[in-house]
């Protein structure tokens, strides 16, 4: 589900999954939460026991 930034924070800090994919790669949710500060909307899905954070609008310099 797409979220703006403010709210794709909140999802990764709330989420209980133990299991953060980021771009395909095992993160953990610092990491996830410093990744989506660089994109103004946000894909984060929960699946089974992962949560996959993908970025869909990018900041512009």
């Known amino acids: ?6 709210q794709a924070i909140r999802k990764i800090k ?3 999954q133990s299991t953060i994919l980021i771009n395909g790669k095992n993160q953990c ?3 996830a ?15 089974f026991g992962e ?3 993908k970025g869909v609008v990018p900041v512009g310099g």
């Open 33 to 47: 939460m410093s990744f989506a500060l660089k994109y103004h909307k946000v894909d984060v899905t929960e699946t």
């Open 51 to 53: 949560l996959t954070v």
């Open 1 to 6: 589900m797409e979220f703006n930034t403010p």
């Open 29 to 31: 949710k610092l990491q």
């Open 14 to 16: 709330l989420s209980p």
